[in-house]
């Protein structure tokens, strides 16, 4: 083949895979995904506690820990999480509502509490897609010891969780891209702000909203062929050696 033709077809091969790229991520930012979303908790990890207490496994309420009705001082039920699904409308790469989580922050034995919980978040996409995706992440539960110097309710015996995504399933695909799923934080202003702990103060009922955000991941970048590799060399030598001669 002569030189020219290898310099030509590399070339037209970059350029087409270039096109290609272009053109699916100008796809993936059009695309508006809508639906709604509803949670179930599943098996806790007890970490260190070891009389772990524990209700609402398989269903969107979930309460962990001894409660101590009949305690005159610290008296409370369990501590629970109950998950609110919601309708969503959002752009890829926008943060948007996923879901309400409302934390009741109880008195209980901190041996009977557990450390960790996942949430099986499912949605149902009705726009631009009409599929059903399951998502797991976890939610990191950081039951503080009280402070007897300070007031129960202060905010530094506040309990408190957070989400630790589980990367292995939270992906989806649509039209050939393919996007993920994440949870960003918690907000209590309608998305102005978002933090990434949800804190509750002991014996407090408090809700929070959810923000997730959906992301175009693009593929991989191919190892070009060698004749193409072969090309681009040949071009190098050609122009150093036009260029000796010169």
């Not at 996942?118 to 949605?123: E, F, G, I």
């Not at 506040?158 to 630790?164: E, G, K, L, S």
Request: charged share 15%; proline share 5%.
């Amino acid at each position: 083949m002569k030189l020219s033709s290898l310099i030509n077809n590399a070339l037209s091969v970059v350029a087409i895979s270039t096109i290609a790229a272009f053109g699916i991520c100008s796809q993936a930012k059009a695309v508006v995904f809508s639906g709604n979303s509803s949670g179930l908790w599943g098996k806790p990890n007890p970490g260190t506690n070891s009389d772990a207490h524990y209700t609402g496994v398989g269903t969107s309420e979930f309460t962990w820990g001894l409660a101590l009705k009949n305690d005159s001082r610290f008296g409370t039920k369990a501590n629970s999480l109950t998950f609110q699904g919601t309708k969503f409308n959002s752009n890829f790469n926008s943060l948007f509502k996923i879901g309400d989580l409302t934390y009741f922050n109880g008195t209980v034995p901190l041996d009977t509490s557990v450390e960790k919980v996942p949430l099986k978040l499912q949605v149902a996409f009705e726009s631009a897609i009409v599929l059903k995706e399951s998502f797991n992440f976890d939610f990191n539960l950081m039951n503080v010891l009280n402070d007897p110097n300070k007031p129960i309710d202060s905010i530094d015996n506040a309990d408190y969780v957070f989400i630790r995504p589980s990367f292995a399933s939270r992906s989806f695909k649509y039209d050939g891209a393919s996007y993920t799923l994440d949870l960003t934080g918690f907000s209590q202003n309608g998305g102005l702000t978002s933090v990434p702990e949800f804190r509750v103060v002991e014996g407090a009922t408090t809700t929070a909203e959810i923000y997730g955000r959906i992301t175009y991941v693009p593929p991989a970048e191919k190892v070009p062929e060698p004749g193409i590799i072969i090309a681009l060399s040949s071009l190098g030598v050609y122009m150093l050696a036009r260029k000796n001669r010169t």
